[in-house]
């Protein structure tokens, strides 16, 4: 229970079906350094889940993971900074803390299944594998959160609201008198949304200037074929300088400190070897929007290894993106993919999940 509706809900309707629930809030994050002013505190947070154990007279308990999840979530989400990468701790999270360490916690208080109140399905196949769906209320779908989940930690998951709309869940928290019916979305999800990324970032990477190169919209280094392109110094031209290539990301508008003549500049690729960061004009630039990406095949997870398989399927880079139809290939280092129409903003690091026509989420992977 994170002391927000969602789970607020599941833990009543699982009670209401008979199961024994207990509460569980965990705190993942000390450090207050860069924490934006006036975001919710996590005791807060706490104080609101354990309101809502009390109204279902759940057993409630706390426990502090914030050793573990900074080992686990935010060293490597630094780790990935520096590489030039971005990462996302979320998927990461609920790999290594909600459905490992938090789960192992749950499982010494007896606990047989740990339910969380994502916004997913899960199944069973004819064959006994676990299927993990998309969410109902399409708006709110989180499956793509849970692209690294394996089939032993699916089978020790419980979504009761996944098959809810999220004004459904809001109405049965008021009906049922929760503390938390009204209370806001959670926007990031663990610490990224509570802290003011680059006063972050910057406590442990190193700011160190560079330039910053534009690339014309006509340079004939196309970025829509798989091989590897990348730009180099001699594509385009030095408009300005930057702090440190791995505090850029693929897409960027803001913080470049540079604009362009016509159009606002975009990043189109960092080097964090060579500390250079790579930028085009405008939305349309060729070098935004890329036909393909491949995952290399340390970094490839079948949720369903009962069916590794090319072919078609949906693809989605990033949360919330709609899915974009496109064709899996499997080579023998990897996997590649693409994409019906080209897409905006494919970024190192960070997951594309795959999902099969009736939307079960069938694997996912680290862009490289
Ligand atoms: N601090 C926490 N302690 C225990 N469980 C948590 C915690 N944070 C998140 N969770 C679990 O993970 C689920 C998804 O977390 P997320 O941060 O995405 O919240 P959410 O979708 O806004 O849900 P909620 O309304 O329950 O906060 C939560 O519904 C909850 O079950």
Known sequence: ?????????????????GYQVIGLFMRNWHDTTGTLAGDCPWE????????????LDIEFHYIDLSDEYNRRVVDYMFAEYERGRTPNPDVLCNREIKFDAFLKAALKLGADYVATG???????AENGFFRLLAGLDKNKDQSYFLCQLSQQQLNMALFPIGELEKSQVRQIAAEQGLATAARKDSQGICFVGKVDLPIFLQQKLRAVKGDIIEIPADCPRRHGEFEACKYSREDGWKVGEHNGAHFFTVGQRKGLGVGGKVEPLF???TDTAENIIYVGMGESHPGL???????????VHWIRPDLQKGGRYMVRI???????????TIADDGIFIRFDSPQRGITCGQFAAWYSQDEELIGSGVIS
Request: net charge positive; proline share 2%.
């Open 267 to 269: 990043v189109l690729q």
């Open 44 to 55: 807060d947070d706490r104080m609101f889940a354990e309101l809502v154990a009390k109204k």
């Open 318 to 328: 990033r949360y919330r993106q709609p899915l974009q139809e496109a064709t899996l």
């Open 1 to 17: 229970m994170s002391g927000g509706v969602d789970s607020s809900v599941a833990a009543y309707l699982l009670k209401k079906q």
């Open 118 to 124: 994502h916004y997913c399905r899960k199944a069973i």
């Open 289 to 299: 929007n890329r036909e393909g990406l491949f995952i290399a095949r340390n970094d």
